[in-house]
T-cell receptor
Framework: DGGITQSPKYLFRKEGQNVTLSCEQN?????MYWYRQDPGQGLRLIYY???????QKGDIAEGYSVSREKKESFPLTVTSAQKNPTAFYLC????????????FGSGTRLTVV | KNEVEQSPQNLTAQEGEFITINCSYS?????LHWLQQHPGGGIVSLFM?????KKHGRLIATINIQEKHSSLHITASHPRDSAVYIC??????????WGAGTKLIIKP
């Protein structure tokens, strides 16, 4: 079955360390997205990518970096510059040139101690 | 003011009650989504609507494009329906704008 795989589900890191969250899809979707969720708030867009080797900043890109070397993969790196990295991170994908909805991953809960 | 507003923020009900969660938005949309998030965090898409009404089991979603309003109803609610229900709209650029969610608790 096609879908999005995010790993790991839970991740713990020490303050000051960079950490990379994985997102892989086998849906042949063009566009991929990373969102961040904080308690009591709506999800916010970090980065998105419409095609391979291209990506755009979302509303809260500071302290994050991404790459899109393959259509299937869109990893997110939370750098030490991100002031409050502890959050729930959600990856999603969609067809870009016509709206057919989104497919969502199961998310990664990152805790920085 | 948020572009997507949900109400109520929290809702506690007894098993069997009819549940309504509301979503109002202020932007032009391509579609509206209702999603469910369980305590583990994973998000499941329930409905995608651009007009009218959809039903799946005990869940019903409606949308009024003119009034920019959507409702999610749960009939014969059950404790396993306890979750956070999230409304999200896809704007004219297909970008999702998310509501803050409604935390639903169904007591046995």
């Amino acid at each position: 079955d096609g879908g999005i795989t995010q790993s790991p589900k839970y991740l713990f890191r020490k303050e000051g360390q960079n950490v990379t969250l994985s997102c892989e899809q086998n849906l042949n979707h063009d566009a991929m997205y990373w969102y961040r969720q904080d308690p009591g708030q709506g999800l916010r867009l970090i980065y998105y990518s419409q095609i391979v080797n291209d990506f755009q900043k979302g509303d809260i890109a500071e302290g994050y970096s991404v790459s899109r070397e393959k259509k299937e993969s869109f990893p997110l790196t939370v750098t030490s510059a991100q002031k409050n990295p502890t959050a729930f991170y959600l990856c999603a994908s969609s067809i870009w040139n016509r709206y057919r909805g989104y497919t969502f991953g199961s998310g990664t809960r990152l805790t920085v101690v | 003011k948020n572009e997507v507003e949900q109400s109520p923020q929290n809702l506690t009900a007894q098993e069997g009650e009819f549940i309504t969660i509301n979503c109002s938005y202020s932007v032009g949309i391509s579609a509206l989504h209702w999603l469910q998030q369980h305590p583990g965090g994973g998000i499941v898409s329930l409905f995608m609507l651009s007009s009218g009404k959809k039903k799946h089991g005990r869940l019903i979603a409606t949308i009024n494009i003119q009034e920019k309003h959507s409702s999610l109803h749960i009939t014969a609610s059950h404790p396993r329906d306890s979750a956070v229900y999230i409304c999200a709209v896809a704007d004219s650029n297909y970008q999702l704008i998310w509501g803050a969610g409604t935390k639903l608790i169904i007591k046995p």
